[in-house]
């Protein structure tokens, strides 16, 4: 059997702008979790995960189907509060105040914290109506025209449907409707984005042109983003999380655990766990 | 050689039993498509020589040559507006209350889920007494249009509140997400969200019940749709609506009033089924591809 490799390719691609452990360390804290474990009426679905998630920089989140990355990403806006049964205990801090603490407003967080799901999900209305509906439900002040222009601008938007505003963004393309659904998301200036599998349902072109504007966005904005896809997160990630899952002697229970977290450099070429290395050269997930 | 043998029975005997199935389905429709074209046919023939313009200028008459059906045409269309004013708000915020905010695992919330599907089922008659009871002679408001829009909104409730909750329903979870993720609040959601995208199939199912109710006529003699009305119906005055005009034309002698019946029921249909197809249209307009 053959020594697991790690492949040259890969490592050049990681260290393509990846920012070293210091210069990542040295920013803000944005999300401080410490022991955070989620459970679906009763049953535990992610458990023990603490990590910190810096400022104006791209984390990913990696591992199997079912880890619970998606769960795990759904508490930083508070997304899993809309699910009945969905219980969270540990602490998530946000800028060092308690998310979950009982004075925050859920509906708050989510204006700050801002969130693209996997399936692209304009509303059925117009271009222009899918980006202002932020602004408008928040009552934003400014002109609102110049708000969606620049949100579209922002998601790399603007050119390909600025004499269409008014058209339905049903009729955009996937990739398209995927970077309005950014833009709309951009268009009520959050601190955070968080993007759940943003290109799982997209063509190889478009994913490019969403990972682009990652490394756009990053410079304004912190990103937090679930990826099925290990390519993607060496490509965009400063940091990546790897997420196992762990199944109880019985067989009876799944639940995800956090294996290890640090530079996306670290992770993809040199990792410590061997549970990830596994993964990451694709020997098992 | 066996094979084909063995094959070649049962491959005739299931293309027969192809053939016997494709023919009972046709007879099924035949016997649903038929029965309405002989109904049509046969009314509007019979009705045809009676669809003049007194008809609908002209209020009853005991003389077959002068008798209209304005009273009760007019009755008729205050009845459907009333009825549309009551049952779309009363009906629309049930559904709202029922599919985004109720909690399913409180009792009185199923309760009232099991109810409305019960009183859909409910023989419009029941409520007919039940109208009596309580609003002709409980409230004291007499029989009036009013009294019986109240009655006709109870018979169609159930009906707007079951279209409405499929129609927001139909409404996908990722637009309920996309816009609570941009901060806005759970009425936002629903009043901004939810409910402009579900209207189309809110309006056709309304529509629908509203066509239902403009023909019942057994709560309608309940509450006293007064056979002999000549004059003009008003919101808090005495009434006559079109089924209980044309059901009273029927049971009279004069084989000419019998020729008045069948032109009351082409107008009927014609209102029906316009509004009928009004909510076809609406459908196809305005059908969502998620």
């Known amino acids: ?285 | 050689m066996s094979v084909v043998a063995v094959s070649e029975t049962p491959r005739r005997s299931r293309a027969l039993k192809n053939r016997l199935f494709v023919a009972a389905m046709l007879f099924s429709m035949l016997v649903a498509f038929g029965t309405l074209a002989v109904l049509l046919v046969d009314t509007i023939v019979t009705g045809w020589p009676a669809i003049e313009w007194k008809l609908f200028s002209d209020p009853p008459s005991t003389v077959p040559e002068e008798a209209g059906g304005r009273p009760a045409i007019l009755a008729t269309l205050y009845l459907g507006i009333v009825v549309l004013l009551l049952s779309v708000p009363i009906g629309v915020l049930t559904a709202i209350y029922l599919e985004e905010y109720a909690n399913r695992e409180r009792w009185w919330n199923r309760l009232i889920e099991v109810n409305i599907q019960n009183l859909a089922a409910v023989p419009s008659i029941v409520y007919g007494i039940l109208g009596l009871a309580f609003i002709v002679r409980g409230i004291g408001i007499g029989r009036v249009v009013f009294a019986g829009a109240l009655i006709l909104t109870l018979v169609v409730l159930p009906t707007v509140v079951v279209a409405s909750r499929e129609a927001i329903r139909a409404v996908p979870d990722s637009i309920r997400q996309g816009a609570f993720a941009l901060g806005a609040t759970k009425w936002q959601v629903v009043w901004r969200q939810v409910l402009p995208a579900s209207i189309p199939g809110i309006a056709t199912g309304s529509i629908l019940a509203l066509s239902r109710a403009v023909g019942e006529t057994a709560p309608l003699i309940m509450v006293g749709a007064v056979v002999y009305v000549p004059f003009d119906p008003t919101l808090f005055g005495a009434y006559t609506a079109l089924p209980v005009q044309i059901y009273n034309w029927t049971k009279l002698p004069d084989p000419l009033f019998q020729t008045l019946a069948a032109a009351g029921a082409i107008v009927l249909l014609a209102i029906v089924l316009s509004m009928n197809a009004v909510a076809i249209f609406l459908r196809n307009r305005y059908r969502k591809q998620w």
């Open chain 1, 1 to 285: 059997m053959e020594a697991p490799q790690i492949d040259s390719a890969r490592i050049a691609e990681v260290a393509r702008g990846a920012l070293s452990r210091g210069d990542i360390e040295r920013r803000e804290r944005v999300f401080t979790v410490s022991d955070l474990g989620v459970s679906y009426n009763g049953k535990p679905a992610l458990e023990d995960v603490s990590l910190d998630v810096f400022r104006n920089t791209v984390t990913a989140f990696i591992g199997p189907s079912g880890c619970g990355k998606s769960t795990f990403i759904r508490c930083f806006n508070r997304m899993n509060d809309l699910i009945p049964g969905a219980d969270i205990d540990g602490t998530v801090l946000y800028h060092g105040a308690d998310l979950y603490g009982r004075s925050v407003d859920p509906v708050e967080i989510r204006r700050r914290i801002g969130m693209v799901f996997q399936k692209p999900n304009p509303f059925p209305k117009s271009i222009y109506d899918n980006i202002a509906f932020g602004p408008r439900v928040l009552g934003m002040k400014g002109d609102l025209d110049e708000r969606v222009e620049g949100a579209l601008r922002q998601a790399a938007l603007w050119d390909e449907v600025k004499d269409r505003l008014k058209d339905g963004a049903l009729g955009l393309s996937g990739g398209q409707q995927q970077r309005l659904c950014i833009a709309r998301a951009l268009a009520v200036e959050p601190d955070v984005i968080l993007m759940d599998e943003p290109a799982s349902a997209l063509d190889p072109i478009s994913t490019t042109r969403i990972e682009d504007l990652m490394h756009e966005l990053k410079r304004e904005y912190t990103i937090v983003i679930v990826t099925h896809n290990m390519q993607q997160a060496a490509r965009v990630a400063d940091m990546t999380a790897f997420f196992s899952v762990v199944v109880d002697e019985d067989g009876s229970a799944r639940r995800g655990v956090l294996v290890e977290y640090d530079t996306t450099t670290k992770i993809f070429t040199t990792p410590s766990d061997k549970r990830t290395e596994d993964y990451v050269t694709g020997r098992f997930g």
